[in-house]
């Protein structure tokens, strides 16, 4: 049965691969953006443009609107998640907050992959003071916006919330982030990466991996946060050397002298593992794939775009 969707931020990478799947799945769907990146969707989808930060203009876009399922891509911040919660409050069947993996990098290391019990997620301090909304602390207060965030959702409880922490996403030339990018950067240029811990595997899945997964959250009925991945997380040192293989290149690689900020030396590059047990998941009835079944196709894409 089609189902009434909204779509906060949908223009962009996996967002855009999101929508693409609704529209398949013969949904109506509408997307709120500010309306400075251009969509591909035509009349196939309504578009409201709003600034998802201005409660103020969230309640007049959707102050009585009743929505199946609402997708947030763009819940960052406790302020986000209140804002959700006083403009959705009994409007929306499910609602659906696209979280991280890195929800989880701020814990000890736990000698195996994270399950999401491994966050308390409630118990964690709310600030409520802290600048959210300035542009230049946007990477700074990425992970505790998005712990905060689930934070704020969950105890307030009134949303049918799902919280989707997705693993590292990679995806061909869509992918702005540019992470992937940088190892065929460098695989190409023949620069040695430097790297501290060559046993660190993270997880990861590919964009249009993250983009179903989300649709399937959507359409269960179960709440409370969720773990997605791949199976066969890497190391950044592996992912190197991936690159290298699948660009028939030799990798050049050297351990650094001393331990390094996380992601410092370069993008996944941490002291410790990163790995998300997706068990959840897979007991909710989700089969997820394998990093060998597309990461190759991946980077040919990527090494195209530096050509």
Same mark, same amino acid.
């Given at each position: 049965m089609p189902k009434n969707i909204l779509v906060i931020g949908g223009t962009r990478f996996f967002g855009k691969l999101l929508v693409q799947r609704l529209l398949r799945a013969g949904h109506r769907v509408t997307i709120a953006t500010r309306g400075y990146a251009p969509d591909p969707f035509g009349e196939r989808i309504a578009r409201v443009r709003v600034d998802r930060r201005n409660e103020n203009a969230m309640r007049a876009a959707f102050g009585h609107s009743r929505?199946?399922?609402?997708?947030?891509?763009?819940? #960052?911040?406790?302020?986000?998640?209140a804002i959700s919660v006083r403009v959705f409050g009994g409007r929306t069947g499910r609602y659906v907050m696209t979280s991280t993996?890195?929800?989880?990098?701020?814990?000890?290391?736990?000698?195996?992959?994270?399950?999401?019990?491994?966050?308390?997620?409630?118990? %964690?301090?709310?600030? &409520?003071?802290?600048?959210?909304?300035?542009?230049?602390?946007?990477?700074e207060s990425y992970?505790?916006?998005?712990? %905060?965030?689930?934070?704020y959702l969950y105890r307030d409880g009134s949303l049918p919330?799902?919280?989707? =922490?997705?693993?590292?996403?990679?995806?061909?030339?869509?992918?702005?982030?540019?992470?992937?990018?940088?190892?065929?950067?460098?695989?190409? =240029?023949r620069q040695?990466?430097?790297?501290?811990?060559?046993? &660190?595997?993270?997880?990861f899945m590919e964009a249009k991996q993250a983009a179903n997964f989300l649709v399937w959250a959507g359409e269960q009925d179960f709440t409370g946060p969720v773990n997605a991945a791949a199976d066969g997380p890497l190391s950044a040192y592996a992912?190197?050397?991936?690159?290298?293989?699948?660009?028939?290149?030799? &990798?050049?690689?050297?351990?650094?002298?001393?331990?390094?900020?996380?992601?410092?030396?370069?993008?996944?590059?941490?002291?410790?593992?990163?790995?998300l047990d997706?068990?959840?998941?897979?007991?909710?009835?989700? =089969?997820?794939?394998?990093?060998?079944?597309?990461?190759?196709?991946?980077?040919? %894409?990527?090494?195209? &775009? #530096?050509?």
């Amino acid at each position: 049965m089609p189902k009434n969707i909204l779509v906060i931020g949908g223009t962009r990478f996996f967002g855009k691969l999101l929508v693409q799947r609704l529209l398949r799945a013969g949904h109506r769907v509408t997307i709120a953006t500010r309306g400075y990146a251009p969509d591909p969707f035509g009349e196939r989808i309504a578009r409201v443009r709003v600034d998802r930060r201005n409660e103020n203009a969230m309640r007049a876009a959707f102050g009585h609107s009743r929505f199946d399922v609402v997708y947030d891509q763009m819940c #960052y911040s406790p302020l986000d998640a209140a804002i959700s919660v006083r403009v959705f409050g009994g409007r929306t069947g499910r609602y659906v907050m696209t979280s991280t993996i890195d929800a989880y990098r701020e814990l000890e290391p736990a000698g195996r992959a994270f399950v999401e019990d491994d966050l308390h997620v409630e118990a %964690q301090p709310i600030d &409520a003071c802290y600048p959210w909304h300035d542009p230049a602390r946007a990477i700074e207060s990425y992970v505790c916006g998005k712990i %905060q965030a689930e934070a704020y959702l969950y105890r307030d409880g009134s949303l049918p919330c799902v919280t989707a =922490r997705l693993a590292h996403v990679l995806g061909g030339p869509d992918d702005f982030t540019g992470r992937l990018a940088h190892y065929v950067d460098l695989v190409r =240029r023949r620069q040695a990466l430097p790297y501290s811990n060559p046993q &660190a595997q993270v997880s990861f899945m590919e964009a249009k991996q993250a983009a179903n997964f989300l649709v399937w959250a959507g359409e269960q009925d179960f709440t409370g946060p969720v773990n997605a991945a791949a199976d066969g997380p890497l190391s950044a040192y592996a992912l190197h050397a991936r690159v290298a293989r699948t660009l028939d290149e030799t &990798a050049h690689a050297r351990q650094a002298a001393q331990v390094a900020a996380p992601g410092s030396l370069s993008p996944f590059d941490f002291p410790s593992p990163l790995v998300l047990d997706t068990s959840r998941a897979q007991s909710l009835g989700y =089969r997820f794939g394998h990093t060998d079944d597309w990461l190759d196709i991946v980077i040919r %894409q990527h090494d195209l &775009a #530096y050509v």
